[in-house]
């Protein structure tokens, strides 16, 4: 009985893999959820699958309205996973992203700090710590209020040591650490730190050197401060 529910969880994991691949859900996020015999494992699993599923749904949706509605029935298929499985931080990011759809910026945060907090974060690993401080920063850079953002940059220089100790070293991690740098040197702005804040966006070309947000980013604080 328990070979054939992990079986029939198998299958639906690789046919909603290959639906989301084509609708830029992160695949460290997808990945999460172990295969283990439990029944309430199982069910977190199928939960978080038909979550993750409908938010693919969300995100490419046109309509506003239907993307709500779809990212309201993620948030609760995530609910419904955490409540099986508190401790898995993949559907607490699920529950953080679905919440970010619908504008609740401030319950979202909640979600990610869920999910950064112990004992849940030790199911993410490194790389996936990392991502997930990348979006609470994004959050928190967001919802800040007279330039309040020292707490962004905590998460954007954590995210970015981890970054830089991970060993996978492809296109995609650059681009996550030229999109981190990036936003650390707009932190900076805020700041008016004006040295840190060129030093990250030449850092940032430097990993990514298509990366027309950084570019840009030098053009505006002004000619000199490109190396």
Excluded: W
């Amino acid at each position: 009985m328990v070979s054939d529910l992990l079986l029939q969880a198998g299958l639906i994991l690789v046919t909603v893999f290959m639906f989301l691949a084509m609708h830029d859900i992160p695949k460290k996020l997808l990945t999460k959820f172990r295969y283990r015999s439990g029944r309430a494992d199982l069910k977190a699993k199928r939960h978080f699958v038909l979550g993750a599923q409908l938010f693919a749904q969300a995100r490419s949706s046109k309509s506003r309205s239907s993307a709500t509605s779809l990212a309201k029935q993620a948030q609760s298929e995530a609910d419904k996973a955490i409540s099986l499985d508190p401790n898995e931080a993949a559907a607490h990011i699920l529950k953080a992203l679905a919440l970010d759809l619908q504008g609740f910026k401030t319950s979202a945060l909640d979600s990610f700090d869920a999910a950064l907090s112990p004992p849940a974060v030790k199911s993410l690993s490194q790389s996936e710590r990392g991502d997930a401080l990348f979006k609470r920063a994004e959050l928190k850079i967001g919802l800040s209020r007279r330039g309040r953002v020292d707490s962004a940059i905590d998460d954007l220089k954590l995210a970015l040591e981890m970054s830089r100790d991970d060993n996978n070293d492809d296109n995609n991690n650059s681009s996550s650490s030229g999109k981190a740098l990036c936003l650390l040197g707009e932190c900076y702005e805020v700041k008016k730190l004006r040295e840190e804040a060129v030093k990250a966006y030449q850092e940032a070309l430097r990993v990514e050197p298509s990366s027309a947000r950084a570019r840009s980013a030098l053009d505006r604080i002004g000619p000199e401060s490109i190396g």
